[in-house]
T-cell receptor, first 114, second 115 residues
Framework: SQQGEEDPQALSIQEGENATMNCSYK?????LQWYRQNSGRGLVHLIL?????REKHSGRLRVTLDTSKKSSSLLITASRAADTASYFC??????????????FGKGTLLTVNP | EAQVTQNPRYLITVTGKKLTVTCSQN?????MSWYRQDPGLGLRQIYY???????DKGDVPEGYKVSRKEKRNFPLILESPSPNQTSLYFC??????????????FGPGTRLTVL
């Protein structure tokens, strides 16, 4: 079953606007990560937030984590056409014996119109 | 250049013909994993490896095998491919710390079609 679920499935905005994507998960985690994928290509890591952190920034990206609600959000400020891509959250969870599975959500397709 | 390589990039095969997709990383990463990506389903983890000779099932392991005999290589084996294994496959690697796998570095993907 999917651990992370992104919302919305698709988002279309104008250049310069902010884009917010949400991720919900089911079980306790150590880390939550966000990735970006341009059509059919390999995923690229954006940011990692640990379970004891509440907010993290990287350039135009802001990630929040609410472990009580089992949810995270990714905010992209002042979006650009080049931000058009699919965005995925990924959570890790212990699978016994210190093994960690990594589970990705289904992704949010962001379209930034010039 | 730090990278994860996969071969082949594209493969068309027939049902039942055994195949191997190779994955290699040059970053001395402990954690390696395989994913398949299907429309509407996102990425699903097939198998992962914490280190040499340590592998475990992901969420969709049926029909796949892996091995980790060397730290840099993590091949994916389909003993008897079926059409439902037609998919885009990604290999990824990362450092592993006591708080789980870190930033994943992805390969370019292998598009597999099973007829």
């Amino acid at each position: 079953s999917q651990q992370g679920e992104e919302d919305p499935q698709a988002l279309s905005i104008q250049e310069g606007e902010n884009a917010t994507m949400n991720c919900s998960y089911k079980t306790s985690i150590n880390n939550l990560q966000w990735y970006r994928q341009n059509s059919g290509r390999g995923l690229v890591h954006l940011i990692l937030i640990r379970s004891n952190e509440r907010e993290k920034h990287s350039g135009r990206l802001r990630v929040t984590l609410d472990t009580s609600k089992k949810s995270s959000s990714l905010l992209i400020t002042a979006s650009r056409a080049a931000d058009t891509a699919s965005y995925f959250c990924a959570t890790d969870r212990e699978s016994g014996g210190s093994n960690y599975k990594l589970t990705f959500g289904k992704g949010t397709l962001l379209t930034v119109n010039p | 250049e730090a990278q994860v390589t996969q071969n082949p990039r594209y493969l068309i095969t027939v049902t039942g013909k055994k195949l191997t997709v190779t994955c290699s990383q040059n970053m001395n990463h402990e954690y390696m994993s395989w994913y398949r990506q299907d429309p509407g389903l996102g990425l699903r983890q097939i198998y992962y490896s914490m280190n040499v000779e340590v592998t475990d099932k992901g969420d969709v392991p049926e029909g796949y095998k892996v091995s980790r005999k060397e730290k840099r290589n993590f091949p994916l084996i389909l003993e008897s491919p079926s059409p439902n294994q037609t998919s885009l496959y990604f290999c990824a690697s990362s450092l592993y710390r006591d708080r789980g796998p870190g930033e994943q570095f992805f390969g370019p993907g292998t598009r597999l079609t099973v007829l």
